[in-house]
Each structure stands twice: as structure tokens, then as C-alpha cells.
Nanobody, 114 residues
Framework: VQLQASGGGLVQAGGSLRLSCAASRTIFSNPNMGWYRQAPGKQRELVAELTRGGTTNYADSVKGRFTISRDNAKNTIDLQMNSLKPEDTAVYYC?????????WGQGTQVTVSS
């Protein structure tokens, strides 16, 4: 497994979780990194990304609540999720890409109860 996602779980609405994605090795040099999610019956969607140029982008639905960051010491890409809502319930995936190829983590379940 090249990308290992962790940190998911069950939380009440309004709570917080922190997801972490660790790379077991260097997959791409200076990749774009991101978190995506897929809810049952829905397509996978971008949640947040950190581009190779250092720009962060967020889905409108999570702006102001989620923060993507990179921990160079741990070689992880993290997603801090605050003020969680039931509609945030999904399997969350991390992704590294170089613009042509992509590597995905295995996914971690986030469930937000109302």
C-alpha cells in the first residue's frame, strides 16, 4: 500500500476529526495532494487539495470547516475537519498525482451522526 489513510470514525454533528494520509515511499516528485470523498450512491468528489505550487482549494461545502495541510516531518497530508455535519458522511480517500498519473489511498470511513 503506497498511501495509507487513517483517522476516520464515528462522531456527532458539530464534532471534529483529523484524517492523515501517509506515503510509504515517494510516489511522485512534488505531487499535487488531495482528499476526496464518496458517499453511498454518489460520485467521488474533491474535498480539498494542496497543489504542488502550494495553493489550497476546497469544495464550497467544506470551506471554513476543513483544513488541508502537509506535515513534511511525518510525510503525511492531513485533513482537519471541524463542525462536522451528517452530510459529511462518506469514505474519504487521499490522492497523490503528478497531473498525468495518480495514486489513491484505500479510504477511511467518516460517519457523522445527527
Amino acid at each position: 500500500v503506497q498511501l495509507q489513510a487513517s483517522g476516520g470514525g464515528l462522531v456527532q454533528a458539530g464534532g471534529s476529526l483529523r484524517l492523515s494520509c501517509a506515503a510509504s515511499r515517494t510516489i511522485f516528485s512534488n505531487p499535487n495532494m488531495g482528499w476526496y470523498r464518496q458517499a453511498p450512491g454518489k460520485q467521488r468528489e474533491l474535498v480539498a487539495e494542496l497543489t504542488r505550487g502550494g495553493t489550497t482549494n476546497y469544495a464550497d461545502s467544506v470551506k471554513g470547516r476543513f483544513t488541508i495541510s502537509r506535515d513534511n516531518a511525518k510525510n503525511t497530508i492531513d485533513l482537519q475537519m471541524n463542525s462536522l455535519k451528517p452530510e459529511d458522511t462518506a469514505v474519504y480517500y487521499c490522492k497523490h498525482s503528478n497531473g498525468f498519473l495518480a495514486a489513491w489511498g484505500q479510504g477511511t470511513q467518516v460517519t457523522v451522526s445527527s
